[in-house]
């Protein structure tokens, strides 16, 4: 819209902001580290603390949502997860607020945002997974304040070479019964 309204409209500094991050696993922590470079104030809620983590961590969603400009979903989709975006946080992220979904649609309540961004009760959301993927609601694609996008960063050349080694890795140290190059857990 630049070339036609000419104005470009503000945007907001990244450095500085309190981001709240749900799910402080792998991803998370990765997110975090990239953060911390712009200078963001970090906090977390997670299913525990994590005793190595430096951040301020909040046994409640909506708690990190009131002491957050910006929440960046991370978590896995569970039964205890669904849904764990709801009205009540998006009211405690507060008008100014934005939501970033990079883990599964399903953590958003996905009527909800559309709600909360329709009526300005959020100021944005960043989406690139959605509860009934590929359909996004329709609402989504005529609110300025929404950037969509589909499910793809892992789509390079770079990330298909790394994944191909973590499977030769692994597979290399299972048949010299040697300890994984990566083991999945439960915690």
Request: glycine share 18%; no cysteine; hydrophobic share 40%.
């Given at each position: 819209m630049w070339p036609v309204q000419k104005a470009y409209p503000l945007g907001f500094k990244l450095g500085g902001k309190r981001v709240g991050?749900?799910?402080?696993g792998s991803i998370g922590s990765e997110v975090a580290k990239r953060l911390s470079a712009f200078g963001c104030s970090i906090a977390y809620t997670s299913r525990n603390k994590k005793q190595l983590i430096p951040f301020p961590f909040y046994a409640d969603v909506s708690d990190l949502a009131a002491n957050s400009d910006v929440l960046i979903l991370c978590c896995p989709l569970t039964e205890r997860t669904y849904h764990i975006i709801n009205k009540d946080v998006m009211v405690a992220l507060g008008k100014e607020g934005v939501i970033i979904n990079v883990g599964r649609g399903s953590l958003v309540d996905e009527k909800e945002l559309v709600q909360c961004l329709v009526q300005g009760e959020i100021g944005?959301?960043?989406?690139?997974?959605?509860?009934?993927?590929p359909n996004v609601p329709n609402e989504l694609f005529g609110v300025d304040n929404v950037v969509l996008s589909p499910h793809c960063a892992v789509l390079t050349p770079e990330s298909f070479e790394a994944?191909?080694?973590l499977i030769v890795g692994n597979l290399k140290a299972f048949f010299s019964n040697k300890p994984l190059v990566s083991v999945v857990s439960n915690d």
């Open positions: 991050i749900v799910g402080m944005g959301a960043g989406l690139d997974v959605y509860e009934n993927e994944v191909h080694q």
